[in-house]
Structures are given as structure tokens and as C-alpha cells.
């Protein structure tokens, strides 16, 4: 079992930076591929990055691919999402998942979030 919260999420001009963190709790933490989904009003949540259980594979959509950084510390259960150069379209509901492999797919995801607001200014 794992609970996650989210935070770091607000309001940014574009071209500006957020870190998002994500503090999972439970015993299990380093057996979980963690990842970050986002959901803007009307659409699906869709995939944005996701990290290994040891921290050394990432993959990241290409939309964000150069922009965002994912990061792990596993000795304090953290997850970070380090967004830079932000754009309008960037502007959704973010949520933290776990899922026991790296994969892409929202299903796949076992324990989410509830959520950090990131709206990012025109």
C-alpha cells in the first residue's frame, strides 16, 4: 500500500519554472516505477514523465522533453517533477502515480494523488 500527495503546484508566468513534489508513504516505495500524469479541463489525464524504481531510467512525453525533469529520493520517499520553461499549455491538474514497472499507460498506475493545480499565465 501507498499514499501519495502532491504539492508545489500555482500560478506561473510563462517561461517561468515550478517544482512539483510528490511524498509518498509506506514501505514500498523503492519497488514503484513513479511517474506524473496531467489533466487539463475537457481532455483526458495523459502521461508526462515517469522514473525508475532505482532512479536511473526517465522517460518523459515529448512535449515536455528538455522542460521537465524527473527525480527521485528514495531515502526520503520524494518525487520531484522540475518544470522550466513553461507554457500556457502546460496549465492542468497534476497527479503523482506508482505503478510496479516503467510503462506509460494510465491503467497500468496502482495508487495516484489527488492533485496540484499548475496554471501557467499567457
Known amino acids: 500500500q501507498m499514499q501519495l500527495v502532491e504539492s508545489g503546484g500555482g500560478l506561473v508566468q510563462a517561461g517561468g519554472s515550478l517544482r512539483l513534489s510528490c511524498a509518498p508513504s509506506?514501505?514500498?516505495?523503492?519497488?514503484?516505477?513513479m511517474c506524473w500524469f496531467r489533466q487539463a479541463p475537457g481532455k483526458e489525464r495523459e502521461f508526462v514523465a515517469a522514473?525508475?524504481?532505482?532512479?536511473?531510467?526517465?522517460y518523459y512525453a515529448d512535449s515536455v522533453k528538455g522542460r521537465f525533469t524527473i527525480s527521485r529520493d528514495n531515502a526520503k520517499n520524494a518525487v520531484y517533477l522540475q518544470m522550466n520553461s513553461l507554457k500556457p499549455e502546460d496549465t492542468a491538474v497534476y497527479y503523482c502515480?506508482?505503478?510496479?514497472?516503467?510503462?506509460?499507460?494510465?491503467?497500468?498506475?496502482?495508487?495516484w494523488g489527488q492533485g496540484t493545480q499548475v496554471t501557467v499565465s499567457s
Open positions: 522514473i525508475s524504481q532505482g532512479g536511473r531510467l526517465t
Open positions: 502515480a506508482g505503478s510496479p514497472g516503467l510503462t506509460t499507460r494510465r491503467v497500468d498506475y496502482n495508487y
Open positions: 509506506g514501505r514500498t516505495f523503492s519497488n514503484y516505477a
